[in-house]
């Protein structure tokens, strides 16, 4: 069977998808492992929310019939984890993969002490998860040939790994008291603790974009930022950034503001059409920011 990228598919002869995938990131990394041993179906569109998208009805029987679900796992996909849990509890085997990628929680603002689902920024961890998406398919998906999928899993590994030593060489041409990010929500923390960041503060002071700052959460982030002479505010691409710009209008520096990919995978805007591509453009454009660039 052919590996496909779009929701809505089906595998030849009108069967159900082998492997439904909850995000187009993990789905990305989940057709790399994959390959062509079964089919794969991802809910989410490039260029959305992951803490607000949807399933359609059709979608959710999807769910329901997979072989196996790959999802996050730690709260990201908000509006489509009841249809998850439905599967569990008939009995639909799911992969948690967040669950198994050495979670860590987040440290300040309003999502304090919850668990950060934002894992993938952390491309060493990312290689961890490869090498468990692989063996639940081989466990749970009928027809895969387990040694081809291995295969295909070592082999992606390897490129995350290259990934991560390349993320490393950018980084080290940032010193390490300018290594500070400022975000449009808590989103990199993964990336900062792996890299030596500081995370200075969000525009939206939570993990999840459903979130709104007030202003006193404004007031406090223009304080940090003057305090510490951040450069840059990243701000998600898939999302307005209107909050950020007026922040940086405000701060009275010269503060630019910079779209990351930071949560979804892009076909409108080039440098993100992977989760490889996605991690190196965001890498070199946080560099240049931080450069001024």
């Not at 959305?48 to 679900?69: K, M, N, T, W, Y």
């Not at 669950?99 to 304090?112: G, Q, S």
């Not at 692989?134 to 040939?145: F, K, S």
């Not at 490393?168 to 500070?180: I, K, L, N, S």
Request: hydrophobic share 45%; aromatic share 6%; charged share 20%.
């Amino acid at each position: 069977m052919l590996a496909t990228a779009a929701a809505g598919c089906t595998a030849p002869g009108g069967s159900a998808p082998g492997v439904v995938v909850t995000t187009d990131i993990l789905g990305d990394v989940t057709r790399a492992v994959v390959g062509g041993e079964a089919e794969v179906t991802v809910l989410m569109k490039p260029d959305s929310d992951p803490h607000s998208f949807g399933v359609s009805a059709q979608e959710a029987a999807r769910i329901e019939a997979a072989d196996l679900i790959v999802y996050n796992g730690l709260g990201l996909e908000e509006g489509v984890l009841r249809n998850v849990e439905a599967a569990r509890r008939a009995g639909v085997p799911a992969l948690a993969v967040g669950e198994r990628a050495d979670p860590i929680t987040f440290t300040a603002d309003e999502t304090a002490g919850q668990p950060d689902p934002h894992f993938w920024t952390d491309p060493a961890r990312m290689a961890r998860a490869v090498d468990v998406i692989a063996e639940q398919v081989v466990a749970h998906v009928d027809g895969v040939d387990a040694a081809a999928v291995r295969a295909a899993a070592a082999a992606y590994r390897r490129q995350v790994e290259q990934l991560d030593a390349w993320v490393g060489q950018q980084v080290a041409t940032v010193p390490a008291e300018a290594r500070r990010l400022v975000t449009n929500h808590h989103v990199f923390g993964y990336f900062a603790r792996r890299y030596g960041f500081e995370v200075v503060g969000a525009v939206i002071p939570s993990g999840t974009t459903l979130a709104s700052p007030s202003a006193s959460d404004l007031k406090s982030l223009r304080d940090a930022i003057r305090r510490t002479g951040v450069k840059a505010i990243f701000a998600d691409s898939s999302q307005p950034d209107r909050l950020a710009q007026v922040l940086a209008s405000e701060v009275g520096v010269d503060v630019e503001v910079v779209p990351l990919f930071s949560e979804s995978l892009s076909r409108r805007m080039p440098g993100a059409a992977t989760y490889l591509e996605m991690v190196r453009s965001n890498t070199k454009a946080i560099i240049d920011g931080l450069h001024g660039r």
